[in-house]
């Protein structure tokens, strides 16, 4: 179930083989605390990336409120607001199946 946030992630397939992506479960920070989670599966089914193909990905984020408080008052002190995304995308390669962790660490706002 997806909450009203959303995350827009721009990803490549950086290596030299062709990659099945099946989805992926991420946790997003904001000053280094907490404020959501969510998983993402490729609307249609299983996603095609061929080497070098770029794809942008939107996926909705579940709220954790406690976070989200504590960044706003972050904010409102006058702190930094660094975003991150971590978390594993499940993936097939044509020798079998592999969940891969990732993470980014400077995203834009927009």
Same mark, same amino acid.
């Given at each position: 179930?997806? +909450?009203?946030?959303?995350?827009?992630? #721009?990803?490549?397939?950086?290596?030299?083989?062709?990659?099945?992506?099946?989805?992926?479960?991420?946790?997003?920070?904001?000053?280094? #605390? &907490?404020?959501?989670?969510? &998983?993402?599966?490729?609307?249609?089914?299983?996603?095609?990336?061929?080497? +070098?193909?770029?794809?942008?990905?939107?996926?909705?984020?579940?709220?954790?409120? &406690? +976070?989200?408080?504590? &960044?706003?008052?972050? #904010?409102?002190?006058?702190?930094?607001?660094?975003?991150?995304?971590? +978390?594993?995308?499940?993936?097939?390669?044509?020798?079998?199946?592999?969940?891969?962790?990732?993470?980014?660490?400077?995203?834009?706002?927009?």
């Amino acid at each position: 179930m997806g +909450g009203d946030l959303q995350v827009r992630l #721009r990803v490549r397939n950086l290596t030299i083989v062709p990659v099945r992506v099946r989805g992926a479960s991420y946790r997003v920070q904001i000053g280094g #605390r &907490s404020v959501g989670h969510g &998983s993402w599966t490729p609307p249609g089914g299983v996603q095609y990336f061929a080497p +070098g193909q770029a794809a942008v990905i939107v996926a909705s984020v579940d709220p954790e409120v &406690s +976070g989200a408080l504590g &960044s706003l008052w972050d #904010r409102v002190r006058g702190r930094g607001m660094p975003i991150a995304v971590h +978390g594993e995308i499940a993936a097939d390669l044509f020798v079998g199946s592999i969940t891969v962790p990732f993470e980014v660490s400077r995203v834009r706002r927009d």
